[in-house]
């Protein structure tokens, strides 16, 4: 399916980071870091997940529309959790419709 | 199958969302209930996980080179690690039991006032994990058919598709894991 | 050519076995249009008892319990089993692969799994309905469904669940077939309308059935391991269920009429004799829709405590996917301007469509509308819109689409005057039944209800009287159709002198579609490569 392939030393240094990662974001949940400990937690999270679909699912290799189907179908998540949450955060704000 | 992956973003993505919110209504809550998972074992777990990926890209890779040898000893280490994955969960799940935690009429969990948070978050562990184990669960069997075809001799470099298909799909279920272990376990640890 | 006496796809075999096993896709495409056609008439079934009930202001048939599962199986068959199906199971699958000029699509056993998902969902479904069935309303609000009601849900979501996955695998099919298996020449520029609409249908299919199937999970797990993340005794959210649920059956309403709008652009072409205005701007909207669609959800949301500024912003979207809509029908009717139009049986149901659909349609935007909406939701105005849409505009474009390729599926023409006469039948009874609707509904007529207060009484009698003039309507393709299958006169391959590759080989095709693979240079509508014959057919 792919014509490139990787070396072994590609995807081992992906896999020690990967564990490294892991650690980091352990580590990391013991410090009061206040409301940002929700945003190192995740963004740790998005790197991870990069370094497995771009080089474990060759996603670096793959064709554009591949690539553009995953990041639209990520895009496409965040329209259902923002849109939900505008609701969920914004109730009160404006009181109740038909009253 | 990137499009059948497609769907299952948004599959989980729907249990996903039902977190985001609750975690949001009930953050002080939230922090608590998972504090009382264990963070080591949750930690370990993941990193298994991971090591599966690598063996999974690997016995791609093997398969690529037309490696008979390594591509079966690749898929073996993947799905034994993915089986320790399993167990570990497992063993999790019935310290939950044995401490009330199980959302039902035995639910019970200490220090909080208001148990109803706490029931949903322990409903959306117990699903959000659940249907991850249920997603390595096929992933074991789709394991045990490659090796199966790959004792056979069916692959070669030049027909390794299956292999190709399935390590997409493992590592699918890595990611979805990568996410489930900080929004679970790691909810302002530093509070404990 | 006489297209029944040598080997075609419906002489490649006989026997039970040879069609359970087909790999073939316009065998499966006649499977499902068995299949769906059964759920139909049980649907139709639950909406005639609906309909007698309503003639009197008393709840005198039916309890309000057995009421409640009436319409609820109404709506869970009719847009679970027979809507979403319908046409792209049926015709979409039948003729993508020849209007791109494939021999199948992509996966061919993914597609026969495709239709036993859909058995296997619709026997559970049916299961449930014979035990007792289901009182939520399709909607399956929660807590009522998770924790109070006392009928089927476990069955009926399991079957939802199974169903989900036929229409997912069905979408995932066309994908890959339009993307890889056009055949040369065939550039996505040259591909008729009915291809973009089904393609645009299917990535609706994929991005949100998911989230249905997840949200029914959800649901299941409450009623069955009492895990309540919906239940506000827990601190769950009820209206968070509306919002998961809504993420797919909004876009899933446009799963429902992309297909058929693809239909209507093949029709209006035929019989004007034209391509189609504004191909480009027809194909983009079909996508566009697909994209607008997903963000508007929140618009059944309205009354439900959600914030009043999420209402405003989902308001204000859904104004703006009306837009792509009104393109179509304008591009539509800018193919008829100057065109050469004859008046076939799948014409008058186009015609019918693009009325039908416009004041569907119309009236969408009456309800997007806040202020309007508070006074509306719940009534019988809301039933009247998407009965507008689903059954004026989806139904009577899935009638057009099989009259219209029922010579190329069987090799017969059906009777164009009892035809005629069917369409016409249904355009009268399905005004008269749900015009009236509109005005209950405006009126204060709750939907959902069956006592109401006695000066309803007559609209109600109109609208029961048009279902049953509807009901001919139906009956009578079913009858003339299957009959036309045996006795019919020979159709020949092209009847209609209509562009498009599917016109291109025998009627009913062969086996593998084609003798030999075409090589595209033209156009989608281009009628200069079609002999011209302005006589009707018939």
């Excluded at chain 3, 006489?2 to 790999?23: D, P, R, V």
């Excluded at chain 3, 199937?213 to 239940?231: M, P, Q, W």
């Excluded at chain 3, 059956?249 to 009429?257: D, F, L």
């Amino acid at each position: 399916m792919t014509n490139h392939i990787d070396s072994v030393k590609t995807y081992a240094i992906v896999w020690i980071s990967l564990l490294a990662l892991t650690g980091l974001t352990t580590a990391v949940a013991f410090v009061d870091l206040g409301p940002f400990s929700v945003v190192v937690a995740l963004s740790i999270a998005v790197v991870k997940m990069m370094l497995v679909a771009l080089f474990f699912m060759h996603l670096r290799h793959s064709g554009k529309l591949t690539q553009l189907a995953m990041a639209g179908t990520i895009l496409w998540l965040g329209f259902m959790v923002s849109f939900t949450l505008a609701d969920v955060f914004t109730r009160g704000w404006l009181g109740v419709p038909g009253r | 199958m990137w499009i059948f992956l497609i769907t299952e973003i948004m599959f989980f993505g729907g249990m996903f969302l039902a977190y985001i919110v609750y975690r949001a209504l009930y953050p002080g809550t939230f922090a608590v209930t998972s504090s009382s998972l264990n963070v080591y074992i949750g930690a370990a777990n993941t990193a298994v996980l991971l090591c599966s990926s690598f063996t999974m890209v690997l016995a791609v890779r093997s398969a690529q080179l037309g490696r008979q040898t390594a591509l079966a000893v690749n898929i073996v280490l993947t799905l034994l690690l993915g089986l320790v994955f399993l167990g570990v969960k497992a063993f999790e799940w019935s310290e939950k039991f044995a401490e009330h935690h199980v959302p039902g009429t035995h639910f019970h969990f200490e220090g909080i006032a208001n148990q109803g948070p706490a029931q949903l978050f322990f409903s959306l562990y117990f699903a959000m994990t659940g249907l991850h184990a249920l997603h390595m669960v096929v992933g074991a069997g789709l394991m045990t058919w490659l090796l199966i075809w790959s004792l056979r001799g069916k692959f070669s470099a030049e027909y390794m598709t299956p292999v190709d298909i399935a390590g997409l799909y493992w590592h699918f279920v890595d990611i979805i894991w990568i996410f489930l272990f900080p929004l679970l376990y790691l909810i302002d640890r530093h509070l404990k | 050519m006489m297209a029944t006496e040598t080997e075609n796809y419906l002489t490649a075999g006989y026997g039970l076995k040879s069609w359970l096993l087909t790999k073939d896709h316009k065998r499966i495409a006649l499977l499902y249009l068995f299949t769906i056609t059964l759920f139909f008439f049980i649907g139709g079934a639950f909406a005639t008892l609906i309909r007698i009930e309503l003639l009197t202001p008393q709840g005198d048939l039916v309890s309000s319990d057995t009421y409640n599962r009436l319409f609820t199986m109404h709506g869970i068959t009719m847009i679970f089993f027979f809507l979403i199906p319908s046409i792209p199971a049926t015709l979409g699958n039948f003729l993508i692969p020849m209007m791109i000029g494939a021999r199948d699509l992509a996966f061919p056993r993914i597609n026969l799994l495709s239709w036993y998902l859909l058995v296997v969902g619709g026997l559970f479904a049916l299961f449930a309905m014979l035990a007792g069935g289901v009182d939520t309303g399709w909607t399956f609000y929660t807590p009522y469904s998770t924790t109070y009601s006392n009928s089927w849900v476990i069955a009926t979501a399991l079957g939802i669940f199974v169903a989900g996955f036929s229409s997912i695998l069905t979408g995932l099919n066309f994908i890959v077939t339009i993307h890889r298996m056009r055949a040369p020449g065939m550039t996505w520029f040259r591909m008729p309308l009915f291809v973009w609409a089904h393609y645009a249908t299917s990535v609706i299919q994929v991005l949100g059935t998911p989230v249905l199937a997840v949200t029914l999970i959800l649901v299941l797990c409450e009623r069955v391991f009492h895990i309540g993340i919906f239940d506000p005794a827990l601190g769950g959210d009820p209206v968070l269920f509306q919002h998961l649920f809504w993420f797919y059956s909004h876009p899933a309403v446009y799963i429902m009429i992309l297909p058929a709008m693809g239909v209507i652009s093949e029709l209006i072409s035929t019989f004007s004799r034209k391509a189609i205005f504004g191909y480009h701007f027809v194909a983009g909207s079909s996508m566009a829709i697909a994209v607008f669609g997903f963000l508007v959800w929140g618009h059944h949301l309205f009354v439900s405590t959600q914030s009043v500024y999420a209402g405003m912003v989902f308001s204000f979207l859904s104004y703006a996917v009306a837009i792509p809509s009104a393109i179509k029908v304008f591009n539509w009717t800018a193919t008829l301007y100057k065109g050469s139009i004859s008046f076939e049986t799948p014409m008058l149901y186009a015609f019918g469509f693009i009325g039908l659909f416009t004041i569907g349609g119309l009236t969408g935007l009456f309800v997007a509308s806040l202020g309007i909406d508070v006074h509306v939701t719940d009534t019988y105005f809301v039933v009247a819109h998407f009965h507008y849409i689903m059954v004026g505009g989806a139904i009577m474009a899935f009638l057009g689409g099989l009259h219209f390729w029922w010579p190329k599926i069987t090799g017969r023409m059906y009777p164009e005057g009892w035809a005629k006469l069917s369409a016409a039948v249904v355009f009268v009874g399905f005004n008269l039944t749900f015009f009236p609707q509109f005005i209950l509904g405006y009126l204060g007529m709750p939907r959902r209800y069956h006592v109401y207060p006695p000066e309803f009484q007559v609209l109600h009698v109109m609208s029961t009287m048009g279902a049953s003039v509807l009901a001919v309507g139906y009956l009578m393709p079913m009858i003339y159709l299957v009959w036309s299958y045996k006795y019919g006169p020979l159709a020949g391959d092209n009847p209609y002198h209509a562009t498009g590759l599917e016109w291109r080989t025998s009627s009913p095709p062969p086996l593998h579609n084609f003798d030999e693979l075409p090589v595209v240079t033209y156009g989608a509508y281009d009628y200069t490569t079609v002999p011209e014959e302005v006589t009707s057919v018939g």
